[in-house]
Nanobody
Framework: QVQLVEAGGGLVQAGGSLSLSCAFS????????MGWIRQVPGKEREFVLG????????YYADSVKGRFTISRDNAKNTVYLQMNDLKPEDTAVYYC?????????????????WGQGSQVTVSS
């Protein structure tokens, strides 16, 4: 059984930085692609970034390209999200997500396992 536990997030002013981490428990972390998905109340979940099992393939939403970075440490079973130059429109609940396999989904709804969500609030 896969479990994802997120840490980090919080409140920051526009232009600031925040980071999130997601600890994976289960077997064969390296065989899972990982993603970060965000959701604003009343709106659909939005794909933000995804990373392949080896870390060699990374996919970004256009809205965060150049500002957000995803990385993973397979020795620590952890995936990270670094968010720089944050904007008020980045305010959302951020979810870590996982899917077993090679393909990195760029749709939020193709991930199978989810973390509990972390609130990120960016004030103007």
């Amino acid at each position: 059984q896969v479990q994802l536990v997120e840490a980090g997030g919080g409140l920051v002013q526009a232009g600031g930085s925040l980071s999130l981490s997601c600890a994976f428990s289960g077997r064969s972390f390296g065989s899972y692609v990982m993603g970060w998905i965000r959701q604003v109340p009343g709106k659909e979940r939005e794909f933000v970034l995804g990373i392949s099992g080896s870390g060699g393939r990374i996919y970004y939403a256009d809205s965060v390209k150049g500002r957000f970075t995803i990385s993973r440490d397979n020795a620590k079973n952890t995936v990270y999200l670094q968010m720089n130059d944050l904007k008020p429109e980045d305010t959302a609940v951020y979810y870590c997500a996982a899917r077993n396999g090679w393909k990195v989904p760029t749709s939020a709804y193709e991930y199978d396992y989810w973390g509990q969500g972390s609130q990120v609030t960016v004030s103007s």
